[in-house]
């Protein structure tokens, strides 16, 4: 799903009104009806809230509620459709619909007075957004934000779309034309309301798989063909525009690439990374990623920046740099770190979710430039970086310039890069003065859970300890601050905690516990792992289907929605069989092999069905069955340095690495446990239940990891 950046209302015309009735007849599904109370009706509430997207709004003259019992009741009590408008802090089309409509008196009246207005935080509250996310999906119309749900009092929804302009516009009709039509058809033709309800609940309702198909290892390969056929050959990625880095599909193509050892699909994933580098999509000059580019090139961004994408991007360009050595990957993630850590710093050491697309009211302003202003800063040096990063009299983005290295040779001679680079932190000091974009600095669970385990791997291989300090502040805030009694929260900013958390919180989390493990061989963050693990299974398990976004006790969200498939960031299906499988390494529990099997079972028809939408699930399979495990034992010191040094150099997403210092042993079931000679420091390579026999000498084991066969 996208923002959708044409800003096209989602909304069938009929006679310049919207029909929202299909003509299916369904059973309708029931939800729960809460008690009635009298809240305030004559305001705006959202100033109470923490949520900076929330905030935003709270002096509109619309009378917003945010989400929870309290506002469901409210409609409830009054016999009043609810109007729901779902959007994030950074999403440009979110406030160009509250400029043109929210911020205005007479739209502003209208929604008063027909309907109970709910504000959500998409980022605070994903489990609704899913809900009625999917709810839109079943109208046959397209996603993105901001999302406009109309639902009845009980939560039940009729009708969507995304962006309403204010005015009639191109034979689509204003927004007060949909609220007003809206409105009538819930006073007077409640029949037909009910109607689709009916048919939007049958299609949001959980269907049994058809047939049991089995879980086909080959799955893994024949993915990897399919999206190869599919991938831009020119510029990367799948074809078209707009193009998102899709960040589990990219990961889907590696895996395929390693179990195959098919150097096309590895070199369609490097060429890919290689053009998302080099292109406006990267901030040149500040570091970090932007959240998708609106052309085919990966030229123009959509300059908003989000945490989790920039958190899969370190993972995937930090493996790609340890199997390429390409300096423009470590660049890029040196850089993204760079921005992270000065930007991106919220309270107590974690990391914020978003920077905004807008400033001064104008999106990108913030990012481009013109060739006077690059003369300015840079002199009789600007001929050289404007060659170099495409700065040109009539620019390349609406008159502007996006700084980019696409049409130039990246990285150029040394000496020349090293000038550009004193260049771009000029025009870095330049920008500063700059009024910055907003930042929305909630603290999200899952989405720094992904953060901290990119920014550990990203530690050890550019031995870099003070990433790994960065990563554990993270980790540690996000452990005591965003749970109650060791159960995550999702949200958190300024003392305020959305609780319960997702399942993605505890996927992401536990995950982020065992790459910190494996970063430091610390045993204590296994068992943080394992208590997260706990609690996923105990709140968001529903036996059939696998694990479901919304806790089991999630007293304000009217439908669990089941869906195993990845959006901008990986499923909690996905991310929680990796921690499963990992965690079993590490301990040597059935348990968590049993948990992880189960969920492979159960979601075997949606994978065999979609492998792509299941691109998460897909890459923990490949795990499952071709983990690659490097044991290092003994003393710490040089000589166990050197091992670990080896170690790290792998590049394959398999690799599951632990470091067993003086005074622990491996697991009891571990093939490598009790084949230490004696105590000097030594690895060994497991493959499967095989290990290779104990190594001591660094390039031993580097012939070892080369030549599978030295496994036995």
């Known amino acids: 799903m996208a923002e959708r950046p044409n800003g096209v209302a989602a909304a069938k015309i009929v006679s310049g009104v919207p029909d929202p009735f299909p003509v299916k007849t369904v059973p309708l599904v029931h939800f729960g009806r809460a008690a009635a109370r009298s809240p305030d009706m004559s305001e705006n509430l959202l100033r109470h809230e ?133 409105s009538r058809l819930y006073r007077e033709e409640r029949g037909r309301v009910e109607h689709n309800t009916a048919a939007i609940a049958e299609a949001l309702a959980p269907k049994a798989p058809e047939g ?216 870095f000091a330049r920008r500063e003065e700059r009024v910055r974009p907003g930042r929305d600095d909630k603290v999200l669970a899952d989405w720094n859970g992904l953060m901290i385990a990119a920014l550990a791997d990203a530690a050890m291989t550019f031995e870099r300890p003070d990433w790994l300090e960065a990563a554990f502040r993270a980790y540690r805030f996000i452990s005591d601050a965003v749970s109650r009694e060791t159960r995550l929260g999702h949200s958190y900013r300024d003392g305020a905690l959305v609780f319960p958390g997702i399942a993605g919180d505890h996927a992401a989390m536990a995950r982020a516990a065992l790459h910190l493990r494996e970063a430091t061989g610390a045993q204590a963050f296994l068992g943080d792992a394992a208590r997260w693990l706990d609690h996923l299974h105990a709140h968001h398990w529903v036996e059939g289907f696998g694990y479901v976004m919304a806790a089991d006790d999630a007293d304000d969200v009217t439908m669990r929605i089941r869906s195993a498939a990845d959006d901008a960031v990986p499923n909690a299906n996905g991310l929680a069989a990796e921690a499963m499988i990992r965690l079993y390494h590490a301990t040597g529990e059935g348990r968590w092999l049993e948990r992880a099997d189960r969920l492979f079972e159960v979601l075997t028809p949606a994978i065999m069905q979609n492998p792509f939408a299941h691109a998460s699930l897909v890459a923990a399979l490949d795990l499952r069955i071709g983990a690659l495990q490097i044991v290092v034992v003994g003393p710490e010191g040089p000589e166990r340095d050197e091992l670990e040094r080896v170690a790290r150099s792998v590049a394959d997403p398999n690799l599951v690495l632990q470091v067993i210092g003086a005074g622990h042993e491996l697991p009891a079931g571990h093939p490598a446990n009790g084949k230490a000679s004696d105590g000097a420091p030594q690895a060994f390579v497991c493959r499967g239940t095989t290990c290779s026999l104990p190594l001591q000498d660094p390039a031993a084991l580097r012939e070892a990891l080369e030549n599978p066969q030295a496994v036995r």
């Open 212 to 427: 049991k198909p089995q879980l086909d290892p080959r799955i893994i390969a024949a993915a990897g063909e399919r999206l190869l056929q599919a991938f831009d050959p020119v510029n990367g990625s799948l074809n078209g525009a707009p193009k998102f880095p899709q960040c589990s599909i990219l990961e889907l193509l590696e895996h395929a690439g390693h179990a195959t050892g098919e150097k096309r699909m590895l070199g369609a994933l490097h060429h890919t990374l290689r053009q998302i580098c080099r292109g406006g999509i990267n901030d040149h000059i500040g570091g970090g990623f932007a959240r998708y580019a609106v052309d085919e090139r990966w030229l123009v961004p959509h300059f908003e920046k989000m945490l989790y994408d920039n958190a899969q991007l370190v993972e995937l360009l930090t493996r790609t740099y340890l199997r390429s050595g390409e300096p423009v990957f470590r660049r890029a993630v040196e850089e993204t770190v760079d921005w992270l850590l000065r930007e991106m710093i919220a309270e107590g050491g974690a990391f914020a979710a978003s920077l905004d697309a807008d400033s001064e009211g104008e999106e990108g302003k913030f990012y481009v430039w013109s060739l006077d202003e690059v003369t300015e800063v840079l002199g009789d040096e600007a001929p050289l970086f404007a060659r170099a990063y495409d700065i040109t009299e009539g620019g390349n983005f609406e008159g502007h310039n996006i700084p980019n290295r696409l049409g130039d040779p990246f990285p150029g001679l040394p000496g020349e890069e090293a000038l550009l680079d004193r260049m771009r932190h000029r025009l």
């Open 50 to 182: 923490k949520s900076p997207y929330l905030l935003q709004h709270a002096e509109n003259p619309v009378h917003w509620r945010a989400w929870g019992r309290e506002a469901l009741q409210e409609a409830q009590r009054l016999d009043k459709p609810i109007l729901l408008s779902v959007g994030y802090a950074a999403c440009h089309w979110c406030h160009v619909m509250a400029h043109e409509s929210f911020e205005d008196d007479g739209v502003a009246a209208v929604m008063n007075e027909g309907f109970v207005n709910i504000k959500v935080d998409r980022e605070e509250r994903p489990e609704i957004d899913q809900l009625y996310m999917q709810a839109l999906h079943s109208l046959g119309e397209q996603g993105g934000w901001p999302l406009t749900m109309f639902l009845t009092p009980d939560g039940k929804p009729f009708w969507g779309g995304t962006y309403f302009p204010k005015e009639p516009r191109y034979g689509r009709p204003g927004f007060v034309q949909v609220l007003t039509e809206i």
